[in-house]
């Protein structure tokens, strides 16, 4: 069972009940997987048996097609609510982190074709390595979130939270109208562009906020 930590190594009480992901939430990225820019967030859900330490080594799936990363800012929800109003969605996120949002991108355009439902391609064990969490009070501008990925010590991914088409307290607001988030969710915003193939072997850095940096290798 994966246990929340944060980056000062304290352990943190509230299980990982579920993961709230947005699909297609930066419009440079829509547009690399030729996709429209949705009208309305894409939420889809991965279970918490889909997360594992990111800055453990990790594996993918190896006969399944291509498992591409999608490096994103995740939220860790600090307290139990619903229907939570833009204006204070900040109050209920405790920490910031990184999550990889791992796709098979082969099985999710099959999914796509037939317009079936993505979890196969996205809500598979091991899915969601999610490093260990920042407090939100040390980020330093909680509405210009950077994030970043190299792999093999090339920049693949590199964005700006300002970006998203939905902002981070839409998007919590949003996700509260049809989901109760509770202390210990996981909410991912989205991927910037640059998602791109991972092979055994790759070794991966994803820095957050220009400061905190985790590394790891692919199994
Ligand atoms: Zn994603």
Not at 134 to 156: A, F, G, T
């Amino acid at each position: 069972m994966f246990q929340h930590q944060t980056i000062h190594g304290e352990k943190l009480n509230a299980p990982l009940g579920k993961i709230v992901c947005v699909g297609r939430n930066y419009a440079a990225h829509a547009k690399e997987l030729g996709n429209e820019v949705p009208s309305s967030p894409l939420l889809f859900i991965k279970p918490a048996t889909a997360a594992v330490e990111l800055e453990k080594p990790f594996s993918i799936p190896s006969d399944m097609g291509s498992v591409h990363h999608e490096v994103e800012v995740a939220l860790l929800i600090g307290k139990t609510a619903s229907a939570i109003t833009e204006d204070n969605a900040w109050d209920y996120v405790s920490h910031v982190g990184v999550a990889l949002d791992l796709t098979l991108r082969d099985v999710q355009d099959k999914l796509k074709e037939k317009g079936q439902p993505w979890e196969m391609a996205k809500a598979f064990d091991g899915s969601c390595p999610l490093t260990s969490w920042v407090p939100l009070s040390q980020i330093r501008d909680k509405n210009c979130i950077q994030i970043r990925l190299e792999r093999n010590s090339e920049m693949k991914q590199d964005g700006y939270s300002d970006q998203m088409i939905t902002s981070i307290p839409k998007l919590i607001s949003y996700i509260s109208q049809f989901f109760t988030l509770q202390a210990g969710d996981v909410i991912l915003t989205g991927t910037p562009a640059g998602v791109g193939p991972l092979h055994s072997g790759d070794v991966v850095k994803a820095t957050l906020d220009a400061r905190y940096e985790f590394s790891s290798k692919v199994l």
